[in-house]
């Protein structure tokens, strides 16, 4: 999850009480039922974030990453951030590139509460991501998602 959404929680000091409050609930009930944890997009802290990824996976957990960084209006790609090449490469573990259609029908970005419908899931093969070369990891990814 996007941890600069959180910032009340993370930083009590720079807001109100009813604001820290309200957004250490909704954090409590995202990481309970969905199992998510904060990684950092625009400040400091994906060391820490890159090394608690490697404790999950050294755990055998599988990670879910939405690599545009955002949801999108009307199911069209975005570019892919290069934090999923950089956590892929030095992680060592493959990618699924997995495409969902009809989620913004189901649930759209301006929306709060689904609606019933019919989501699809399409799974790739598995890449296996070397290098430094971050972006160009990312856009290997996107490449392989766009075509599912």
Known sequence: MWKEYLDAFFFPERYTRREWLLNSIAYWLVVLFFNAFPLPQTEAG???????LGDLVSEGWSILF??????????EIHPFQ????????RLGVPVVPIRLRG?????????HSPRPGRVRL???PPLH??????????????????TL
């Not at 060391?47 to 608690?52: C, Y």
């Not at 939405?66 to 199911?75: D, K, L, S, V």
């Not at 991501?129 to 766009?146: P, Q, S, W």
């Open 46 to 52: 994906a060391g820490q974030s890159l090394r608690h």
């Open 122 to 124: 399409v799974f790739g």
């Open 129 to 146: 991501l070397k290098g430094e070369d971050y972006i160009g990891l990312a856009k290997r990814v996107e490449g392989a998602v766009t």
């Open 66 to 75: 939405f690599p545009e960084g955002e949801r999108t209006e009307a199911a």
């Open 103 to 111: 989620f913004d029908k189901v649930l759209h970005r301006q929306e």
């Open 82 to 89: 290069p934090g999923i090449g950089l956590i892929a490469s």
